[in-house]
């Protein structure tokens, strides 16, 4: 069980929990302050005032490497000031935690998270080197090794992802959102903050919607997406589900076979 | 300066692509080896044509040739003059290359060194302001600490600097490098000018021992000064391999290496507090010794990557044998007088910070 409630100084105290295993919840607001502040009063890296407790002890009790043991997060981007090899920056997301695996088999890990985010031979490539996409995908492996079991110990652990496909074209959004949901279905948990609605509505389990650094709405993505919330939260006038006129092609991700 | 570990690029062949630890432990070990080279090449080299060969030979195996007459002198010269002096060598040049490939790991940048920095001119004032301050204001300091006194003088130097430094240069978890380099420049000016104020104050002998500190040298080294600054060193640097993790997962920012379960602060405080150490007790050795905590850093991370855990060992055993080297050069180019062994450092080192400079043109944000 993974409750949270958060007040910080940039949401009007938002106060939320919520119960249940083997969920995958995201949230989605227009740009603006406070889903990435969210996000990193969560993993523990902001001051916050509220109670964060991850399986039930709160975060500020926790020391650093116990807390990386229960989850991983993905940062937006991460720029690396020495010239690393792609399997070098994967295995540091041994550094502290537990991936989870039998002993042996860490060494082998970097190679199958590389694989698993379609980076199958980019092991000796520099870092440096790769696109912004390639880059977020190295990143992505390495968070994968530091949670590798989505249970350890008869616990749930998590993954917070922030902003994990945005620079991404749509084949690996595909494989990452459903790198994300297969962790949730193993029973972990993933907390994703998503702009695209259309992924958000295929993926989520739960979605919560903040707008102007409080929490709009949140619920079933059946629930939340409504023609008003996104006309409120967004600004736009849009209509949930209105297919375009007869020529114009269109494209969703809900058609991926 | 030939090191045969640098001459010959090193072909291992991986056992899997981007793992570079095989190669790491090849370069370690011939890297061992040119250290014991250039430990033999400096006992031999000097003004004195004392065989350093003969006096271990007598040493460790009683044997003395019956053509070569091993006098006291030649014995004297190995153990009291060249012996210390090759210690001091390899304890200074090992502290200033790990605490350089440390200090760019803790501030993220290949362009971090103590000595462009501000913490080496920051343990130079605590070191002048003993030498000089010592028989009046500090007296009871010098009373108080006897030998220890001026390594932790400029051990506090260096760690006020670089505690200042990390203050300004820092803000949320990210380094600017500009930031780091102006305010370097700025402590550093500060330093010296305060430092310019003590020489000002001092009488002719002190200022005779305080002429080495704006060049360095080995040239005092006795085993009193090993006895005072070496467990210091040694201390320092055995601290260090255990923040080789650490600084690995900080390559990837503050907040990504405390997700990864890093205790962050506690790591950026026992790398500042043991580089200043270390540097502190160079320093109040050797006086400025420049460069070598960049060149040697910067050619390893080129030759065997950036991975702490073997840098640092590598950067020790490489920093202890370009120092032995230097000193050899700076010892016998000018024989039988000596030049500062600063002087030769900065002639082979500052052309090579330019080279980085030129190469890194556009990754350095400056």
Known sequence: ?257 | MVDQSIAGPVKVMDASEGDRSGRARAVILLLCLGLAVAVLLSLTLGASDASAVNVLRDRLFGAVPSDTALSARDSLIVYDIRLPRVILGMLVGAALAVCGAVMQGLFRNPLADPGLIGVSAGSSLGAVAIIVLGGTILAPMTALLGTFGLPLAAFSGGLVATLVLCQVATRQGRTSVATMLLAGIALGALAMALTGILIFMADDRQLRDLTFWSLGSLGGATWAKIGSVGPIIILALAAMPFLARGLNALALGEATAGHLGIPVQRLKYTAIVGVSAAVGASVAVSGGIGFVGIVVPHLLRLLIGPDNRYLLPASALLGASLLLLADAVARTIVAPAELPIGIVTAISGAPFFLWILLRKRGVVDL
């Open chain 1, 1 to 257: 069980m993974f409750r949270w409630r958060l007040g910080a100084n940039a949401s009007s105290a938002a106060s939320i929990s919520t119960r249940g295993r083997a969920k995958w919840w995201q949230s989605s607001a227009p740009t603006a302050p406070g889903k990435t502040t969210f996000l990193r009063a969560l993993s523990g890296e902001l001051a916050y005032t509220g109670c964060i407790a991850l399986n039930g002890r709160d975060l500020s009790e926790m020391k650093p490497v116990e807390i990386a043991v229960q989850r991983a997060v993905l940062p937006q981007a991460t720029t690396l000031s020495f010239p690393f090899t792609v399997r070098e920056v994967v295995k540091l997301g041994l550094v502290g935690g537990r991936s989870g695996v039998l002993p042996g088999e860490d060494a082998r890990l970097p190679e199958r998270a590389l694989a698993r985010v379609d980076l199958d031979g980019f092991a000796g490539r520099f870092y440096q080197e790769l696109s912004g996409g390639e880059q977020q995908r190295v990143q992505l492996a390495r968070v994968l090794c530091q949670v590798w079991a989505p249970v350890l110990d008869g616990k749930p652990r998590y993954l917070f992802l922030d902003e994990p496909v945005s620079s991404l074209d749509i084949k690996h959004q595909l494989i990452i959102m459903n790198i994300a949901r297969d962790f949730a279905r193993r029973g972990g948990g993933v907390i994703a903050i998503l702009h695209d609605l259309n992924l958000t509505a295929m993926y989520a389990d739960r979605i919560f919607v903040m707008h102007r650094g409080g929490l709009a709405a949140n619920g079933s993505p059946k629930d939340v997406l409504s023609d008003d919330l996104i006309e409120k939260v967004f600004d736009c006038r849009l209509r949930v589900g209105a297919l375009p006129a007869g020529n114009m092609p269109f494209v969703l991700p809900q058609s991926s076979a």
